[in-house]
């Protein structure tokens, strides 16, 4: 599959499954089931949320993604400033892999304490 | 009297851009933006823009209107004027050659990467390629553009990325040819817009749509090609448009 192609969808199964997940979610609160027995030992819970973290971090990372590769280019940073525009890379670069690193320890931690 | 704001900047003697004022008699007539500008250049005829046709066809005097893209000569300045003034400002996005002008290198860049031109290997009849009617209706509404980059340069995805994305009026170009029952590299132009930036950077903002002065609809066409491109839609399957904005 195409990269633009494997991103767009990416985005959109993403946010769908968000919506059921939120309708899963309010089901739970509304009907008083929510407890944390359900988050600690229930399995379908365990997976479904599991899920969640992992789509949460590639949904939001594609997004922000298509941000930095909007406003920290050279030319976009050159508006605000010339001199800045020189590490218009590594600036995006840098805001990329804060957001690659922070995703990647959000799914780890919340792995940890949800399967351990 | 109105007052009518001019972007000026000439590189060879100005530091920075500033806006220049110039008060002028409301004419009696409803004239067009570009005989108003006409006017104005014989009191100072340093002040620079595009034209030629004067009708809307050559699409050369295109700049933003009191916050809004279109073409100079067919706005009358009733449309134009807002509280006794017109505000004049090049296109945005684009490098400033000088006052009006721009440096429409990159735009043109992106309508020669789709390779605007019928693309067919098969041996060519003796006279013509023919078309049925139903096939050269596909074609309303996308073949009149008139690349006057009005489209392109009020969206926010092509300021941002002009050398990746294709931006919608190549874009509407390029659909004008993927729908051409004549056309034979669909495949082949579709692969060439099939990354996260030629087509995928339209949101959908549908600037371009708003300020088209031949009240083109590229949004619509985007969408056609994402269609083609997501879900292998095939050129056959393309129903006919409007088109229109």
Known sequence: MKLGKLLWYLQRYSAIYFLLFLGYIGFIVFTGGFSFELISDNLKFKILSSLFIIFACMHAFVGLWTIGTDYLTKRTLGFISSPLSVYANFIRKSF????????????????LIIWS | MIDVNIYRYNPETDK????????????EKDIMLLELLNILKEQDSSISYRRSCREGVCGSDGMNINGKNGLACITPISQAIKKNKIELRP??????????VVDMTEFYAQYDKIKPFLQNETQPPAQERLQSPADRDKLDGLYECILCA??????PSFWWNPDKFVGPAALLQAYRFIADSRDTKTAERLEGLSDPFSVYRCHGIMNCVNVCPKDLNPNHAIGEIKSMLLSNKKKENIIVSDGLG
């Open chain 1, 96 to 111: 990329e892999f804060f957001f690659v690193f922070l995703g990647f320890f959000l799914v780890v931690f919340y792995l």
């Open chain 2, 91 to 100: 296109l945005p996005g684009l490098p400033v050659i000088r006052d009006l």
């Open chain 2, 16 to 27: 920075f851009p500033y806006t220049q004022t110039y008060t002028i008699k409301k004419p």
């Open chain 2, 150 to 155: 009005c489209c392109s340069t009020s969206c």
